[in-house]
């Protein structure tokens, strides 16, 4: 049976609220670590990542809403005017359900955390860690991997791909949306700016490699072989992805090897111009790659609401 393209689109932007939602959390606990750098600019930081999670939350919230009720539709067969009646023995009798309740209580306690405490505490930041986590186990226990069990291997590998995807991608779009203007508005930043711009170069390469490996990983679980990588959907629509990975992995590598070292040299001769022409690098090269990154969640939604080769029938 296909998978109708409203129910693909409401996978993408789950997944791409997720880790959005990884990233914004990720980029809070590892750039603005230290109470002994430039509060004034942490702080302009912090407002912008503060902005954006309130944001990311409201969307990961309709997102989560609009899965439940796909997935009612695709469980029960109702058409869509009548699923509402249908949602409630979903979450009662399913194991989708239940694991959806999970992930709502999850949601609702990152709104409360982050209303009541915030950011400003740092235990603050890693309950929000642990609760995004949540979220995104809930997905992967109801995907394809979950067909082995909630909490078999191939569950925690999509989960932690899940994860990383939200390091990398995730981290390079809390980067341009929230740290470059700050960066430019302040050529004078000097040694925040070059500790902020090696911890977002950090993150990212980590998020990559855990990406690659776990990718590969999860990859090899689903397609069982060489030849479906050509000769099915499913395995296509794998190789575009791989394609948009290795571009977007040349561009992060333009990034921490050119671009990265451009900008710690200009911060320490103390030029605003060459603070400027080297960010300008280091931004368009990070615009570059999140847009290459959307593509890619584009990709991961069809091979989510896809059949893996190792599914069909033999």
């Not at 990720?26 to 002994?36: E, K, M, Q, T, V």
């Not at 794998?238 to 394609?243: G, H, I, M, Q, V």
């Amino acid at each position: 049976m296909s998978i109708p393209a409203w129910h693909e689109a409401i996978t993408g932007f789950d997944v791409l609220a997720i880790a959005l939602t990884v990233g914004a959390v990720a980029a809070r606990l590892a750039w603005l670590p230290s109470a002994n750098e430039d509060r004034r600019l942490q702080s302009l930081v912090l407002r912008r990542l503060n902005v954006l999670f309130a944001a990311v939350l409201g969307f990961l919230a309709l997102t989560s809403v609009a899965v439940l009720f796909a997935r009612s539709v695709a469980i029960s067969g109702a058409p869509f005017p009548r699923v509402a009646g249908v949602v409630p023995l979903v979450l009662q009798e399913t194991d989708f359900g239940k694991l959806w309740l999970a992930r709502a209580a999850a949601v609702l306690l990152l709104w409360f955390l982050w209303t009541w405490v915030g950011a400003r505490k740092r235990w603050a930041g890693w309950v929000l860690a642990i609760l995004v986590g949540v979220v995104a186990f809930s997905r992967s226990a109801t995907g394809h991997a979950g067909d082995h069990g909630d909490f078999a291997w191939p569950v925690w590998i999509d989960w932690l791909h899940l994860l990383s995807a939200g390091l990398w991608g995730g981290a390079i779009v809390m980067f341009v949306l929230a740290v470059r203007p700050v960066l430019r508005q302040h050529p004078q930043s000097g040694d925040w700016a070059a500790a902020v711009v090696k911890r977002y170069s950090m993150l990212a390469a980590v998020g990559l490699i855990l990406a690659a490996v776990t990718g590969i990983c999860s990859a090899w679980q689903r397609v069982g072989g060489w030849m479906p990588l050509w000769t099915t959907r499913y395995g296509m629509v794998l190789d575009a992805k791989l394609l948009l990975v290795i571009a977007m992995a040349t561009l992060g590598a333009t990034n921490r090897f050119r671009h990265v070292p451009a900008v710690l040299a200009a911060v320490r001769t103390r030029d605003p111009r060459a603070w400027l022409r080297a960010l300008r690098g280091l931004s368009l090269t990070s615009i570059a790659e999140a847009m290459l990154w959307l593509a890619i969640i584009g990709a991961v939604a069809l091979l989510v609401s896809g059949v893996p080769p190792t599914s069909l029938p033999q």
